[in-house]
């Protein structure tokens, strides 16, 4: 069983018992999370695709923990002008645990 469901502005696919890294939560962890934004279900025998969204559906997840993403070094040049600019930039995640989807 799998769904296609909207977290924080995104699309992810998620199953049963998996850990996804999603955009930041503000939620603290430990505490469950619900997601009703979901686009298909698949269950193994049917498969239901919503228009936008699948009515009465929903994904449940537990807080894991919050992180940050390795280092992405952004690097902008202006060739024959002596212009160079070196940044780095870390993007901060949540970890959830998908606990059921109905």
Do not use: C, S, W
Request: hydrophobic share 40%.
């Amino acid at each position: 069983m799998y769904a296609i469901v909207e977290i924080a502005g995104k699309q992810f696919r998620v199953e049963k018992d998996a850990v996804v890294k999603v955009p930041l939560l503000h939620e603290e962890v430990g505490k469950t999370v619900e997601f009703d934004r979901v686009f298909l279900l698949d269950d193994g025998k049917e498969v239901k695709v919503g228009r936008p969204v699948v009515e009465g559906a929903k994904v449940k997840a537990k807080v894991v923990e919050h992180g940050r993403d390795k280092k992405i070094i952004v690097f902008k040049k202006k060739r024959r002008k002596g212009y160079k600019v070196k940044k780095g930039h870390r993007q901060h995640f949540t970890k959830i645990q998908i606990e059921n989807i109905a």
